[in-house]
């Protein structure tokens, strides 16, 4: 689904100009093309730079027969002259090769490709690092298998205490290429690595890219095994326009002040080197930029793509708006926001006439006769501190033959939403709420988001439970679903359940606890908390004896100043036994409304599927662990889970090590979707692959996340409540589509928010020294995890003061040997080994220009730190344990 322009409420700058006033039919300079262009023109016939689109017709008649290929377009962030798409069968990725074979796609489009005849595919030289053949830009794991009750809530105000603690999730795009962050974890060879940012190319859209490991087949490289071979693609027609076509960056003067452009068009250059620049019209610029350009050297704008034309290497666009300073924190979230086509609006008066008027808002007494009553039970909320809209509340009442009726209690949400108003128009678009560090954006008002759904302690909410009859040891003996109406007794934050499970036989202190309701004593909720905390050890030993698998990725967390905003500090979020008991029983609710639904509505349930990681990663993984002597069991989730909690120690470097083996195996991992069941006719396609079960879907976050709403709505016809929702198979599977497309991008300007909060901390309180685990080795550069922030950096050779460098392999095991230029003459350079796994110590500090900060190594010899002597004994000793 494409995001119109006009969700984004921006205020122009200039009139936004239709193309056609801008771009005359012929004639050379009617529509600024680039002068390389126009040299080569003929009587006002403009050489095409870009292929036409294929027609829609011929388009569905390839990929019918299986001539072109469509996938996801995705984009190398470090070298914009690269592209991939996913390969259908899951082998290596489809290469796509500069921009021209690109032909005006954008980053996250849906695309059509046409393979290259076989002598143009990519040459993978045996010596290169085959990683460089990968493609995937960012890193995208399930939350079911990374904590899916990992506080993601925010603060809107900063004013409730000096200090807010914010958790966010922190993925640092700093590779060079390939998935995620480290493309290079699996080296396989030397690769030549260009250490300055690929911006040259940028420059001179149109100058030959020279690219060091790819090669066009020529006659010798006939002899060289398929393998060696990459399929090469190019685009031939663009689906879907997922990509938003803004894009943040800066203003600047045309070059050549004597052309005919310059009088009309400014140039401008987005911060995302994957977005082309862009011809904006001067009149879209501020009336002083032509005279007093540097004035706006640091003003970000936001700029959206109009038109991009066959015969011009820069698109054409308007300027729709100035945020602001570079480098501060609101220009800078709102262009994220912007860029990833986040709805940050407010809403409008025709979505807001939707909520209940008359306030406050009372349960009108007909709902009584339809719900069951559970106002009297010991019902809580467990949340973090700062969370505001309180989606799930639980209740565990022990009962006479030792068993317990434990219930989840869900806001109902579809109540106040009625199907095909606008409000449920407007959610459906937003399809969820977005969590950056500093606030939210709501998928919902906030009369709804934060009042009237949320589930606030010792007022009569809505909701729609699951209760249960379960064994101490989390047997299912019986379950019921249906509408209810709770009445919280207390907002616990995870901090206050982690007490009660840490004090299991202390009475806690009134005074460290909140407000509890008169009907319900501390002593009762306390004994709630480690009934369910007992039960929720067993039910999530039995998960990962059934063969679940959990990748812990680190998470940051902020302390921001309550009256600038700005980060203070940060520390790596820990999930802890109270987060863990919410997760199961969250997980439990989820699963058995999967089944429900499903068990009703075989063609109309909305699911959620984990497909299996990705088979040519995978198998690069496990030669990898191969070399290294590492001991790793990847036949299924259950066994990858084993290998990583096997206990390689919980010394330091154990557990360091620990983590950058759960970042590698992260790499591979295919993104969740929903889908809906009508639509994927193999039913071994519905499992989630994380969590090793059969039907999974989300129901527990209907405050945030659209599709929970759906599955209300299906759980509410399948309980006989309503009618089935007026949705084919066809329509709600692309419902889902769009959940999925919106899902991903509001992870991604999550992950971006942090990386914005971070480089401020740096810039800010910067440098910060830490110990980091070496997690890929180039042949003049090296990628490490930094283990106290969880971020991750490639440090270059030449940022260091070394007399020399030397690459080698030992066995198949990389190796880069620094010879540090010493401090006295007199003495011998010190040299210092990195290898995967080693640890070392850096210190990031910013850089120059707006929020860039860098890595770099801390001579070696600082206390407390193994040489690679003790390094080597370390790592054998780790093999023998493990």
Not at 65 to 93: C, M, W, Y
Not at 599 to 617: D, G, V
Not at 814 to 826: A, G
Request: with cysteine; hydrophobic share 35%; net charge negative.
């Amino acid at each position: 689904m494409s995001h119109p322009d006009c969700r984004l409420n921006l205020r122009p700058l200039g009139t936004p100009r239709g193309v056609s006033s801008v771009v005359g039919p012929h004639g050379v300079g009617a529509s600024p093309g680039d002068k390389k262009a126009k040299s080569k023109s003929v009587r006002g016939k403009k050489k095409s730079i870009f292929e036409t689109y294929m027609s829609k017709e011929d388009v569905s008649e390839g990929l019918k027969r299986g001539t072109l290929i469509q996938g996801v377009l995705r984009i190398n962030p470090k070298k914009f002259h690269e592209a991939f798409i996913p390969s259908p069968d899951g082998d290596r990725d489809i290469f796509i090769d500069g921009v021209v074979a690109r032909n005006r796609a954008l980053n996250g489009d849906l695309v059509v490709v046409k393979l290259l005849p076989e002598e143009q595919w990519k040459v993978i030289k045996p010596e290169s690092n085959d990683k460089e053949t990968e493609g995937t830009d960012e890193l995208d794991l399930p939350e079911e298998l990374c904590g899916s009750h990992l506080p993601q809530q925010s603060v809107k105000g900063y004013n409730d205490s000096p200090d807010v603690i914010i958790e966010a999730q922190f993925d640092d795009s700093d590779s060079e290429d390939g998935h995620g962050n480290t493309q290079n974890v699996l080296v396989d060879g030397v690769q030549k690595l260009s250490v300055c940012v690929h911006d040259k190319g940028k420059e001179d859209a149109d100058a030959p890219v020279t690219k060091d490991e790819s090669t066009p087949m020529s006659q010798d490289t006939r002899v060289l095994s398929e393998k060696s071979l990459q399929r090469s693609a190019k685009v031939v027609y663009i689906l879907d326009k997922k990509h938003s076509r803004a894009a943040t960056g800066f203003l600047k003067l045309l070059a050549d002040k004597n052309s005919e452009l310059f009088r009309k068009y400014a140039l401008f250059s987005p911060s995302d080197h994957r977005v082309p620049r862009i011809y904006v019209p001067l009149k879209d610029c501020p009336q002083d930029f032509v005279t007093r350009p540097k004035d706006y050297a640091n003003t970000l704008f936001i700029c959206r793509i109009v038109d991009w034309k066959e015969d011009s290497n820069f698109a054409l666009g308007h300027l729709a708006k100035s945020l602001g300073q570079a480098g501060e924190i609101e220009p800078e979230t709102e262009g994220i926001l912007t860029e990833y086509g986040v709805d940050f609006s407010e809403f409008s008066s025709e979505v807001l006439d939707c909520l209940p008027q008359g306030l406050p808002w009372t349960i009108p007494p007909e709902e009584f006769s339809k719900r069951r009553d559970l106002r009297k039970d010991c019902i809580f909320t467990i949340d973090p501190s700062t969370a505001r809209d309180l989606d799930d509340a639980l209740s565990c009442k022990p009962l006479a033959d030792g068993n317990f009726e434990v219930g989840v209690h869900i806001a109902d949400v579809s109540y106040f939403v009625p199907e095909g108003s606008p409000l449920d128009k407007v959610a459906a678009e937003r399809a969820t709420s977005v969590y950056l560090v500093q606030k939210v954006v709501p998928m919902l008002p906030r009369l709804l988001c934060e009042e009237l759904c949320s589930l606030h302690p010792m007022t009569d909410k809505l909701t729609f439970s699951v209760i249960w009859t379960l064994t101490p040891e989390g047997k299912i003996l019986g379950e019921w679903f249906g509408r209810t109406i709770i009445r919280s007794c207390t907002k616990l934050s995870y901090e206050h359940a982690q007490s009660m499970i840490e004090s299991p036989t202390k009475k806690i202190p009134e005074k460290e606890l909140p407000p509890i309701s008169p009907e319900h004593t501390s002593e009762e909720v306390h004994q709630a908390v480690l009934n369910l905390h007992g039960i929720a050890k067993e039910l999530r030993k039995q998960r990962f004896v059934d063969g679940a698998l959990r990748l812990d990725q680190l998470k940051l967390a902020f302390t921001l100043d309550h009256e600038t905003g700005l980060p203070q500090g940060c520390h790596i979020y820990e999930y802890r036994d109270s987060n863990k008991l919410v997760e199961e029983f969250m997980l439990l609710a989820n699963m058995a409304v999967a089944h429900e639904t499903y068990r009703a509505f075989p063609e109309r349930a909305l699911l959620r599927r984990h497909p299996p990681p990705q088979t040519k990663m995978l198998n690069d993984l496990m030669e990898f662990c191969d070399q290294m002597g590492l001991p790793m069991d990847f036949s299924s989730a259950g066994a990858l889970n084993k290998s990583l909690t096997k206990t390689f120690g919980d010394d330091k470097y154990s557990l360091a090590r620990k983590e950058v083996l759960t970042n590698m195996c992260s790499r591979p991992m295919q993104m969740a979707l929903y889908f809906c069941s009508g639509t994927l006719r193999d039913q071994a396609q519905f499992r989630h692959y994380a969590l090793n079960v059969p039907l999974y879907t989300h129901f527990t976050s209907p405050i945030r996340r659209f599709a929970d709403v759906l599955v209300h709505r299906l759980l509410a016809a399948t309980l006989g409540y309503r009618e089935l929702p007026d949705l084919e198979p066809d329509a709600l599977q692309k419902q889902a589509d769009h959940c999925n497309d919106r899902r991903m991008a509001s992870k991604r300007v999550q992950e971006l928010s942090t990386g914005l909060f971070f480089a401020i901390l740096v810039k800010e309180s910067g440098p910060l020294e830490s110990e980091a685990m070496v997690l890929g080795v180039l042949n003049q550069a090296f990628d490490v995890l930094v283990l106290r922030y969880g971020v991750q950096k490639r440090v270059y050779c030449n940022a260091l003061p070394l007399r020399s460098h030397h690459f080698q392999r030992v066995g198949k095991k990389p190796e880069l040997t620094l010879f540090w230029e010493p401090e006295d003459l007199e003495q011998e350079p010190v040299q210092q080994v990195v290898t995967i796994f080693s640890l070392v110590e850096v210190v990031l500090r910013a850089e120059t220009s707006a929020l860039k900060y860098s890595a770099i190594l801390k001579r070696p010899g600082s206390e407390g730190l193994p040489g690679p002597q003790d390094e080597e004994e370390a790592d054998g000793d780790d093999d023998d344990s493990s």
